[in-house]
């Protein structure tokens, strides 16, 4: 049985939001083909969160990309289904999938810059998203992105107000993810949100994830190379490994006695990880009060 980690309550007999049904993904080049993704089938339910870790080029993005409609030309799912809240969205037209991109599956990118333009104010640019989704006048649709920016814990007028690059990296990601969810989408997917932060504003954002996960009750896909980081976030942990799954279990199960052997090994690898997060948090720390002291010393 499956249940809600944050809740502990029993969630299994509520429908998925999303459904992956041995879903296959093929390269093709010339005449040649490869198998990227094999046999892969997991589903997620309302306000909960699956993570899909795994080691670079495993498969998770191209996993992603087959739910969003958002794989690259050469890439095809050439067997399986993708269920959306019951519908078959395995080969929808672009013009519905796009429809779908933003309003009922909101995204979140490790490239927070990319989610973007850099020369409009990231306050226009909310307001352009919720009215492309919805018939808000200008107005309305400030005072929503206010909220959101609000909701996200940022100084929202100032946010609203301000040029991408006036931000940081932090603030930018957490201003995608109040775009990702102010459309109450039923489905995240939020493809390694942390991977480009420092570790605090890291947990920052996956505080928020949470927070606004809890408020919305959506799905979430979280994707990431590092099982321990997110094992403490997910229902469910989903290991990849070569294109396929290797394990699918509760994340508190894994935490206790993780059955297969490369997931045994992806954990084992944290220690590692650790030191190297904590050097970075150290040399974070000291820059800061280099800083600062530079700062005195010119006053
Ligand atoms: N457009 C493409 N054409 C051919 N092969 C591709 C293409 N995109 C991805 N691949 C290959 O598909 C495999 C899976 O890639 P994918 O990006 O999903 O990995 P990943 O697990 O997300 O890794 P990372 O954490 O580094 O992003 C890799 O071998 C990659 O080289």
């Keep these: 049985m499956s249940y809600s980690q944050k809740s502990n309550t029993p969630i299994v007999s509520i429908k998925p939001v999303l459904r992956i049904e041995n879903l296959y993904i093929c390269a093709d080049k010339g005449k040649e083909h490869r198998l990227l993704v094999k046999d892969l089938s997991l589903e997620i339910r309302p306000g909960e969160t699956v993570a899909l870790v795994g080691e670079s080029g495993c498969g998770k993005s191209v996993t992603a990309g087959a739910v969003l409609g958002l794989l690259p030309h050469?890439?095809?799912?050439?067997?399986?289904?993708i269920w959306l809240g019951g519908e078959d969205i395995t080969s929808l037209p672009?013009?519905?999938?796009?429809?779908?991109?933003?309003?009922?599956?909101?995204?979140?990118?490790?490239?927070?810059?990319?989610?973007?333009?850099?020369?409009?104010?990231?306050?226009?640019q909310l307001v352009e998203t919720l009215r492309s989704h919805q018939k808000w006048s200008r107005k309305e649709a400030k005072q929503i992105a206010l909220e959101w920016l609000g909701e996200a814990g940022l100084p929202a007028e100032r946010v609203y107000e301000s040029y991408p690059f006036q931000l940081s990296g932090g603030q930018?990601?957490?201003?995608?993810?109040?775009?990702?969810?102010?459309?109450?989408?039923?489905l995240l997917i939020a493809d390694e949100p942390t991977t480009a932060l420092d570790v605090l504003a890291g947990e920052r954002v996956l505080d928020l994830l949470a927070k606004l996960q809890a408020q919305t009750g959506c799905a979430v896909l979280l994707i990431s190379?590092?099982?321990r980081h997110v094992m403490k976030r997910a229902d469910m942990i989903a290991v990849m490994c070569g294109g396929q799954l290797r394990e699918l279990e509760r994340a508190d199960k894994i935490m206790r006695e993780a059955s297969h052997p490369y997931t045994r090994m992806l954990l084992e690898a944290k220690p590692h990880l650790f030191e190297i997060e904590k050097r970075h948090r150290e040399e974070a720390m000291m820059a800061e009060a280099l800083m600062a002291e530079t700062k005195e010393d010119s006053a």
């Design 225 to 227: 190379h590092d099982l």
């Design 94 to 124: 672009d013009k519905k999938r796009r429809k779908l991109r933003g309003s009922r599956i909101g995204f979140v990118f490790q490239d927070y810059q990319g989610s973007f333009t850099p020369f409009i104010k990231v306050g226009s």
């Design 172 to 186: 930018l990601q957490r201003a995608a993810m109040a775009s990702a969810m102010m459309l109450k989408p039923a």
């Design 74 to 81: 050469n890439l095809q799912v050439t067997e399986g289904r």
